[in-house]
Nanobody, 130 residues
Framework: LQPLVESGGGSVQTGGSLRLSCAIS????????MAWFRQAPGKEREGVAS????????YYGDSVKGRFSITRDNAKKTVDLLMNDLKPEDTATYYC???????????????????????WGAGTQVTISS
């Protein structure tokens, strides 16, 4: 059983919306920081949003603030990323990740945030057409 399984990727036009979901194993979900990263061809992997599964704060990368929303569902053990007002530059493979607890903000604020990831999901493709 994979600890992180993403779903919900696809193709939409500019201005559209998509919801990604990450199903998380029980052991991984408990008191952790979960995040979404993305990687476009030829670019570094960047942190998009992160959240504490125990409640409290969530954090966003500058490029998605006001458009994306990260939420958690304790009963389902899922972390979702709702993406609104999508742009062609949002096209990327999106990865769910477990982040070191103390690095939840740093994971999306730093260009090196991916170094705080403990393990990754397999990724799901998001394509935005103009």
């Amino acid at each position: 059983l994979q600890p992180l399984v993403e779903s919900g990727g696809g193709s939409v036009q500019t201005g559209g919306s998509l919801r990604l979901s990450c199903a998380i194993s029980r052991d991984t979900y408990s008191a952790s920081c979960m995040a979404w990263f993305r990687q476009a061809p030829g670019k570094e992997r960047e942190g998009v949003a992160s959240i504490y599964t125990s409640g409290g704060s969530s954090y966003y990368g500058d490029s998605v603030k006001g458009r994306f929303s990260i939420t958690r569902d304790n009963a389902k053990k899922t972390v979702d990323l709702l993406m609104n007002d999508l742009k062609p530059e949002d096209t990327a493979t999106y990865y769910c990740a477990k982040v070191t607890f103390s690095s939840c903000l740093w994971a999306v604020a730093s260009t090196r945030g991916s170094t705080a990831v403990e393990f990754w999901g397999a990724g799901t493709q998001v394509t935005i057409s103009s």
